[in-house]
């Protein structure tokens, strides 16, 4: 692994893994959004829970990203977007291909069942308060990926 | 067994009633030949009238009624042991479109088990099905749009919201990062009647869950130690119109920050009661906190924004505010009395 110069966040000790412990890294969220204002309100609610921002503003540009690298922890996207695909495809995408990235998925909707979601992911409904994504992203980053074993093909 | 159906006379009412008929009606012997036919059959189906009696179902027009499924099932109902009731069925003719039939067919017995008689009503639904199928698309279609403009209006205020947090957690002066909190949480406020809206189809808004899930997110977001302070609601189970809950939203979210702010400077615990309670059209909104009171005369702090905001809304309600020492704290009260409901699917005074 190649060194990395990162903050590490003051309140985000006890929930780094061991594998991030290694890298020295804090954990890494990729933000897919396509209004550009809430993209950057994202990222800078991310950053000031101490946590690494990418960004994305839509679905291909978030697999590209994705692909190019594997140290993204939690994926924080919209689901109306434009693109080949939108948030609930791309969470399932990823749910499929990188089982291990945490997912937090919030819509316009107010509610989106349970059953269209993958399974370990979490919802917010936008208008969203920032800090209930703090709180939900600190739980998804503290569990230790057990529930996703299951995850089918 | 209609051995000899020629030497049997019909009622002469039977058939002037068949041949009336406004819904299109065939009357048959057991054996499927015409003995009348309503107007509005022939009409219905591009046949003539004078030609009908006395021609086999099958043979009618170009053979087009001579479907093998339709002529079983008339066979089974004079037979008594089938009911044609609502029996969907497509009639195909040469260079015309296909229509949808719905057939019905009973036996009429008049005690003569010789003569038994058919009565088959034939309805043509096609162009009421394409117009049912034309309004489902149109309901889905609305559903569509309505949920597009929710998700439009969700995003807009995301954006404020964000631009507000952001600028939050920009600037350096406490006092100003205390406005522009304040100012998102009174986003925030009308954010959550939005949401209710858009699971509640009726338009209405269910106040309880409405101002449990506001205080909620007030408290996540202004109390540090929920151990220290907490807000409770005690709703009843009224529903109030949009524009009702957004102002009666708006003031619990005043009263609550400024509770919040003022009520418990070094109290070691403190309770914030949020209540609604109705009686009839009357209803009386509460925010009750056990902190240390108002300040008086010199030492009360000049009336701000969030004062203006309730005053103008209780007012536009058409409420009384109304303050009282609690002994401990502060109980405000904005109570409605009078002839306009709030209540359920009345609209209130712009």
Not at chain 2, 289 to 315: F, H, Y
């Amino acid at each position: 692994m190649r060194a990395r110069f990162v903050r590490v966040p003051a309140n985000a000790g006890s929930f780094i893994r061991n594998e991030k412990q290694m890298k020295n890294g804090t954990h890494i969220v990729l933000v897919v959004e396509d209004s550009a204002l809430i993209r950057m309100g994202a990222i800078d609610l991310v950053r000031s829970a101490g946590y690494e921002a990418l960004e994305a503003c839509d679905a291909d540009e978030a697999i590209r990203i994705l692909e190019s690298r594997d140290d993204i922890d939690l994926v924080f996207t919209d689901v109306q977007m434009p693109g080949t695909m939108d948030g609930i495809k791309l969470s399932h995408y990823i749910r499929d291909r990188w089982p291990p990235v945490k997912l937090l998925i919030a819509s316009g909707a107010a509610i989106i069942g349970a059953s269209s979601l993958p399974s370990g992911s979490q919802f917010s409904s936008k208008p969203y308060d920032d800090h209930e994504i703090i709180d939900v992203m600190t739980r998804l980053l503290a569990s230790d990926g057990m529930s996703f074993t299951k995850v089918p093909d | 067994m209609s051995k000899t159906p020629a030497a049997h006379v019909e009622a002469a009412s039977t058939l002037a009633v068949v041949l009336s008929s406004h819904e299109p009606l065939l009357y048959l012997t057991a054996d499927q030949v015409i003995i009348a036919a309503s107007a509005s059959f022939c009409s219905a189906f591009d046949l003539e009238l004078a030609i009908l009696p006395g021609k086999r179902l099958g043979a009618v027009g170009n053979g087009e009624w001579a479907m093998p499924k339709l002529a079983s099932l008339l066979e089974a109902t004079a037979a008594g042991s089938a009911q044609i009731d609502s029996y969907e069925i497509d009639l195909k003719r040469p260079d015309r479109k296909t229509r949808n039939l719905v057939v019905n067919a009973c036996t009429l017995e008049d005690g003569d088990t010789d003569h038994i008689r058919l009565l088959v009503s034939v309805t043509d639904v096609t162009d009421a099905r394409a117009n049912a199928r034309l309004n489902d698309d149109l309901v889905r279609e609305k559903a569509v749009l309505l949920q597009e403009v929710q998700h439009r209006v969700a995003n807009s205020l995301q954006i404020i919201a964000s631009v507000l947090m952001q600028s939050a957690r920009k600037v350096q002066s406490e006092e100003v990062r205390g406005h522009l909190h304040n100012a998102h949480h009174r986003v925030m406020s009308i954010a959550a009647v939005q949401r209710q809206l858009s699971i509640s189809p009726g338009g209405d808004v269910e106040i309880r869950s409405y101002l449990t899930q506001l205080c909620n997110s007030l408290g996540a977001s202004m109390i540090a130690d929920p151990d220290r302070l907490s807000i409770s609601v005690l709703v009843d189970d009224s529903s109030v119109t949009a524009e009702v809950s957004i102002s009666l939203g708006l003031i619990v979210t005043e009263l609550v920050i400024n509770a919040l702010k003022h009520a418990f400077p070094d109290q070691a615990t403190g309770k914030i009661v949020v209540g609604y309670q109705t009686k009839g059209s009357d209803w009386t909104l509460s925010v009750t906190d056990n902190g240390i009171g108002m300040p008086e005369g010199s030492s009360a702090p000049r009336a701000g924004l969030g004062t203006g905001i309730v005053e103008a809304l209780t007012k536009n309600l058409g409420g009384e505010l109304q303050l009282t020492e609690a002994n401990p704290g502060t109980a405000i009260r904005i109570s409605h009395c009078g002839s306009v409901d709030h209540h359920k699917d009345i609209r209130p005074a712009a």
